[in-house]
């Protein structure tokens, strides 16, 4: 395992390369699968989230709906700017420049409810990985959700592969994996914060 993260630079030469240097936009690929991030939420609504890495900012308007508030931070500031430009009609969602993990939103008592790493745990060095997963566990209320979700293709500029990312996370204390959607491109897990013991959808809902 290499010992250095992917360096600031490389967003920022992306950005400067194109507006949107993923295709996010227009790929039915990171449509469809926005969709289906979206979808695997296991509540209706969430009072407080928080998305790192949120790039132009298309997970970010899928999300905005399922949210009371939402804070979506990008360590790019082209990526920031399109990303306010996008959220500019939801006065619920604020868009800030932020280099995670050496940064963190201050929570306080008033932890997220719901995070969501999309396509960021690969750029991680060891250290900045276990700085990462720390301040995101300590971020979480009581029950909160964690969706991460991740490309799963060798890519030269990351770290550790999608599948190594979901390996870690899934033996992290104080998280419990309540759901799993694999693919061949992506795998998806939904993790809640334990205690309190993990409930499915369904029991959540009364149903058993």
Known sequence: MTARGTPAEYF??????????????????DQRKHDVTVACLPRR?????FEPGCSTGMLTRRLAPRCDRLLAVDIAAAAVASARRRLADQP???VERMSVPDEWPAVADDRFDLIVLSE??????DAGWDRLVARTVDSLAPGGTLVAV???PAVAEHVR???EVHRLLDGVD????TARHEEADFLLDVFLRVPPPARSVAQADGLW
């Open 174 to 177: 104080g998280l419990a994996r």
């Open 12 to 29: 920022d030469g992306m950005y400067a390369g194109a507006e949107d240097p993923w295709g996010f936009e227009t790929r039915w690929y």
């Open 92 to 94: 619920h969602v604020r």
């Open 120 to 125: 960021l745990g690969y750029y991680f060095d």
């Open 45 to 49: 609504r969430y009072r407080s989230a």
């Open 150 to 152: 991740h490309w799963r």
């Open 161 to 163: 592969g999608g599948d």
